[in-house]
C-alpha cells in the first residue's frame, strides 16, 4: 500500500526542468513514519483522498483505469482535470494530496537547493521530561 | 517547582492545589502566574509536551507532529470544509502564532454592552491596564526593520502608494532574527511565547506544571467543581499512561482552547444551553503575488505588515504571511507538472491574508471520539467580504509591481493580470470556490449577563456551577477584528485577579 500511496505524492509533484520530485524525495519512507506517527484521522483522510486519486480517471480522462496504469501525459491531465473539477470532493482530495506530497517535497535538502532555499536541520523530535 | 511528564504505572498522580489552571496558552499561562504571583498555589495542567525552542521543529511535518492539535487536521463541517488549527503543546498558540499585539479595540466593550449586558463599565479601563503591564513583561515592538523581510516592506509600501492605512506588526518578539519559522515555533527562542516566559516563572513560584496531561473530565459534586482527571499520554506513541487526578482548593480555570474547553465541560457533565454554541471566527483567505525579482518569503519576520483601514467597512484585516515552501506547494493551484512549473516560482512570490470581521456563527459538538467538532458555514454576507478582501489585496500587490496574482478561486483562471481585477470581482460566492483557512477562533463557552444565553458571567465563572471558570477566547462573545492574544491574555488575568480578590 506503501507504493500505492508514494506513487500519488509523485503524481501531483514530478520532476520537472532539473527539479527533483515527491518520487524522488524517499516518499516510501516518508510515509512509513507518517503512518507511525500521524494520528488516525490525518491518516485516514490522506489514504482515502489517495485513492480518490487512483480511482478516478474515468471522471477526469474518461478512462476505466486506476491512475497508476495510466501513461504519464494522461496521469498528468488527470491530477490536473482533478485540481479544476466541478466535483468539491475530486478537489479536496487533490489538496490532501497535495499537502502531504507538500511536506515529503518541500523539505527535502535536494529539493531546497535546487530552489536556493537554506536546508533544514532535522527536526529533534524531544521535549522536556524533567 | 515540579514538572510532571508523560508518566506510566499503575498509581494515581494525586496533587492538590489552590487552583488548577487547564492549559497553559495565552488564557491559561496568564491565569497561572497572575494567581502564582498572588502567593497561591497553582498546578498547570496541559494536554501537549513541554518543548523548548531547541526541541521546536525545522519542517512543516515536525510541526504539525510536534506543535499542532491532531496535526491540523481539524476541520469545519458545513458547506465547505476549513482547516481550524490550533496548537497543542505547552504554550498553546503562542508557540505557533506571530505573537502579534494589538489592543482590544473601545468599538468591541459597546458591543459586549450592547449584544450580551455587560454590566461593568471600568472593563474597558481594566483591560487596557493590564495590557499596557503584558506588554511590558513580554517586550512587546514593532518588528524591528532588519527582520521585516521584502514581502512586509513591500505591503507597506503597497498601502502607502494607495493611501491606505498600514503600518508595522507589534509583536511580543525579543529581537526577531527574521528567519520566518514563527508557525514551526522560533527555534532561535526570540517569541515570548508563554513556554517560556509564564510558566517557568509559575514553576518558579512553586508551581506544579503536568505536561503530556489532556483532562479528560472535571471532577464535580452537588454543583461544586473540585478537580481535573485524566491520563498522560505519550507526545509521540500516543499511549495511554498513568491516571491523574489534581484537586482544586478554591477553583478549577478552563483555559483549553475555543474547541477544547467546552468539550471537557461536556464530558463532565456541566451542559448548560447555552455551550457549545456562539462559535465564530476570522476566516481567512491568502492571494499570492508574482514578483520579477525574488521576493524570498523564508527571510524576514512571519508576519510584519498589517491594514486596520478596512476593520469597520466592510470588515477586513489585510496582513502578510511568509509560507514555507511545504506549504505552497499545496497551495498553489494545480497539480502535476503545471505545479511543479508554478512552485519553481516560490522565491518570487510573496503571501498576503485577508482576514474576514465575521458574522457568521457556528457551534462546537462532540465528534468522532468525543472529539470536538466545529460546525460552521459562511453567510453570504461574509463571503462578500472575503471577496472584497482578495480585491484589495490585488490592489495591493498591482500597487507595487507585481506581475500577476494568484487568487486560488475556483472558477477564474490561475493567474490574474492587473487588467483582470474585474474577474475577481464577479468570482463565485460559493465557500467551497475558496480555500480559506479559520483563524482567530470565539466562542463557544461565551460570557454573558444571561444564564440561558451564555456559559459564564464576566469574571468567567460557569452560570450554576461553583469552583469552575473559564479563561480563553471561548468566552468571548463577538469577533474582535483584530488579532485576539492580547485580549485573551487581559481578559484571563482580569479573571484570575478578580478570582484571587474574593478567594484569598
Known amino acids: 500500500m506503501t507504493a500505492l500511496f508514494a506513487f500519488c505524492l509523485g503524481a501531483v509533484l514530478p520532476p520537472a526542468d532539473g527539479l527533483p520530485g515527491a518520487k524522488d524525495c524517499d516518499p516510501s519512507g516518508f510515509l512509513r513514519r507518517l503512518k507511525k506517527e500521524s494520528p488516525l484521522v490525518f491518516r485516514l483522510s490522506f489514504y482515502l483522498s489517495a485513492w480518490v486519486l487512483v480511482i478516478s480517471p474515468l471522471i477526469t480522462v474518461f478512462l476505466p483505469l486506476p491512475a497508476f496504469l495510466l501513461p504519464k501525459s494522461l496521469l498528468d491531465a488527470h491530477v490536473m482535470r482533478m485540481s479544476r473539477s466541478r466535483l468539491y470532493g475530486l478537489r479536496q482530495a487533490l489538496l490532501m494530496v497535495k499537502t502531504v506530497a507538500g511536506m515529503c517535497w518541500g523539505a527535502d535538502p535536494q529539493v531546497r537547493r535546487a530552489l536556493g532555499l537554506k536546508p533544514y536541520g532535522e527536526d529533534p523530535g524531544t521535549w522536556r521530561t524533567d | ?164 492605512e498600514g503600518h508595522v506588526i507589534e509583536r511580543s518578539v525579543k529581537g526577531c532574527l527574521g528567519q520566518a519559522q514563527c508557525l514551526q515555533g522560533c527555534r532561535a527562542g526570540r517569541k515570548q511565547s ?53 484537586r482544586a482548593r478554591r477553583a478549577v480555570i478552563v483555559a483549553a482552547s475555543v474547541t477544547h474547553s467546552p468539550m471537557i465541560l461536556w464530558r463532565s457533565g456541566l451542559k448548560t444551553p447555552a455551550l457549545g454554541k456562539g462559535f465564530r471566527a476570522h476566516p481567512g483567505t491568502a492571494t499570492l503575488g508574482s514578483f520579477d525579482d525574488p521576493v524570498d518569503m523564508t527571510v524576514g519576520a512571519t508576519q510584519g505588515m498589517a491594514s486596520t483601514h478596512f476593520r469597520n467597512d466592510p470588515g477586513l484585516k489585510l496582513e502578510t504571511l511568509n509560507m514555507p515552501l511545504e506549504l505552497i506547494a499545496g497551495r498553489l493551484a494545480g497539480a502535476g507538472k503545471t505545479l511543479m512549473d508554478r512552485v519553481q516560482n516560490y522565491r518570487n512570490l510573496a503571501l498576503w491574508v485577508a482576514a474576514v470581521r465575521a458574522q457568521s456563527v457556528g457551534t462546537i459538538r462532540p465528534g468522532i471520539g468525543g472529539k470536538p467538532q466545529v460546525f460552521y458555514t459562511m453567510n453570504k454576507a461574509d463571503m462578500l467580504r472575503l471577496r472584497q478582501g482578495s480585491i484589495q489585496l490585488a490592489h495591493l500587490f498591482f500597487a507595487v509591481g507585481a506581475k500577476a496574482i494568484m487568487p486560488g478561486v475556483h472558477g477564474l483562471p490561475y493567474a490574474l493580470g492587473p487588467d483582470q481585477i474585474h474577474l475577481l470581482e464577479n468570482a463565485s460566492l460559493d465557500p467551497r470556490a475558496w480555500t480559506s483557512i479559520l483563524t482567530h477562533l470565539f466562542g463557544g463557552c461565551t460570557m454573558g449577563a444571561e444564564a440561558g444565553k451564555s456559559v459564564c458571567d464576566f469574571d468567567g465563572k460557569v452560570h450554576g456551577t461553583e469552583g469552575l471558570y473559564v479563561a480563553d477566547a471561548s468566552i468571548i462573545p463577538s469577533v474582535l477584528g483584530v488579532n485576539p492574544q492580547h485580549t485573551i491574555m487581559a481578559l484571563s488575568r482580569r479573571i484570575a485577579t478578580r478570582l484571587m480578590e474574593r478567594n484569598l
Request: proline share 5%; with cysteine.
Open chain 2, 194 to 246: 508563554t513556554n517560556v516566559t509564564w510558566i517557568p516563572e509559575v514553576r518558579r513560584r512553586g508551581g506544579t506544571v503536568l505536561s503530556c496531561a489532556p483532562v479528560r473530565r472535571l471532577m464535580h459534586t452537588q454543583g461544586r467543581v473540585q478537580g481535573v482527571e485524566g491520563h498522560f499520554v505519550h507526545p509521540q506513541t500516543r499511549k495511554k499512561g498513568s491516571r491523574f487526578q489534581v
Open chain 2, 1 to 164: 517547582m515540579t514538572h510532571y511528564a508523560y508518566q506510566t504505572g499503575r498509581e494515581t498522580l494525586e496533587l492538590e492545589v489552590d487552583y488548577v489552571v487547564v492549559g497553559s496558552g495565552a488564557g491559561g499561562g496568564s491565569a497561572a502566574v497572575t494567581l502564582a504571583r498572588g502567593g497561591a498555589s497553582v498546578a498547570v495542567v496541559e494536554a501537549g509536551a513541554w518543548r523548548d525552542p531547541e526541541d521546536y521543529p525545522y519542517t512543516l511535518y515536525g510541526a504539525f507532529r510536534d506543535l499542532f492539535d491532531e496535526w491540523g487536521s481539524s476541520v469545519t463541517m458545513g458547506r465547505a470544509l476549513s482547516p481550524v488549527l490550533q496548537a497543542r503543546t505547552m504554550g498553546g498558540t503562542t508557540v505557533i502564532n506571530s505573537a502579534i499585539v494589538v489592543r482590544t479595540p473601545g468599538d468591541i466593550f459597546q458591543l459586549w454592552k450592547d449584544q450580551v449586558g455587560l454590566d461593568d463599565p471600568d472593563m474597558p479601563e481594566t483591560i487596557w491596564t493590564y495590557q499596557d503591564q503584558i506588554e511590558r513583561e513580554l517586550s512587546v515592538c514593532p518588528v524591528p526593520t532588519e527582520s521585516m523581510g521584502r514581502s512586509n516592506v513591500l505591503a507597506l509600501q503597497a498601502a502607502e502608494n494607495l493611501g491606505i
